[in-house]
């Protein structure tokens, strides 16, 4: 079984750029969720994707985008970063979804986007 | 949205039970809770979930009073690799999903 996996592992980019995370989710699961962390503070839910769906979303601007793939791995976009994005980027998957309310997580190592 | 809070940080010594308390008063009749273990520079860690009275598995036990407004995660007999940050998580009903994490529980577990 294929955990949770993140790429880049590091990024370094400036003020007003773009930038493309990627995840692959566990094997047999079609959800993933993205969060971001800033130091010190838990992870901020950004959206959930469920089978290519966004099936909710956090409190973040519409800079913030994503997509899903028919073989569930899903890609985070950040347009115009500003350098409150500097945080660790956080991809989680799981069996199910929203629709289950005992939905378990199973996290990625992160990404961790140094904005300058 | 479920809000929860815990203290933000605790100690321990090797060999002790461990107990941190999660708060979510406005918890939803369906809603779950779910206990995250954090260590730095690494994506959280499942470590517990129930819904009502006691969950034991083999790393923690979880305990839900009747009125499900708080829950208390139990590690028995700590080590110091159990220093991290505990994460309860209560994922709000309501239409669209939004799970919310707290600050976390910072535990450090003394030689």
């Known amino acids: 079984e294929t955990g949770v996996t993140q790429s880049p592992t590091h990024l370094i980019k400036t003020r007003g750029q773009q930038v493309t995370l990627r995840c692959s989710s566990q094997?047999?699961?079609?959800?993933v969720s993205w969060y971001q962390q800033a130091l010190g503070q838990g992870p901020q839910f950004i959206f959930q994707y469920y089978r290519e769906e966004e099936n909710g979303r956090g409190n973040f601007p519409p800079r913030f985008s994503g997509l899903q793939f028919p073989n569930y791995s899903s890609e985070l976009n950040v347009n115009a970063l500003e350098l409150d994005d500097s945080a660790l980027y956080l991809c989680?998957?799981?069996?199910?979804?929203?629709?289950?309310?005992?939905?378990?997580?199973?996290f990625g190592p992160g990404t961790r986007l140094t904005v300058l | 949205l479920a809000k929860t809070t815990q203290p933000i940080s605790m100690d321990s010594y090797e060999g002790q039970e461990v107990n941190i308390t999660c708060s979510h008063n406005n918890i939803a009749t369906n809603d779950y809770i779910t206990w995250y273990q954090q260590f730095p520079s690494q994506g959280p860690r499942f470590i517990i979930q129930g819904y009502k009275t006691k969950v034991t598995n083999e790393v923690a036990s979880l305990f839900i009073p009747a009125d499900r407004k708080s829950s208390t995660l139990s590690l028995p007999r700590v080590s110091l690799s159990d220093t991290a940050v505990y994460y309860c998580?209560?994922?709000?009903?309501?239409?669209?999903?939004?799970?919310?994490f707290g600050r976390g529980t910072s535990l450090i577990v003394h030689p």
């Open positions: 989680a998957s799981s069996l199910d979804g929203g629709r289950a309310r005992a939905d378990t997580q199973y």
């Open positions: 094997s047999g699961h079609n959800t």
């Open positions: 998580l209560v994922v709000t009903s309501g239409g669209s999903y939004i799970p919310t």
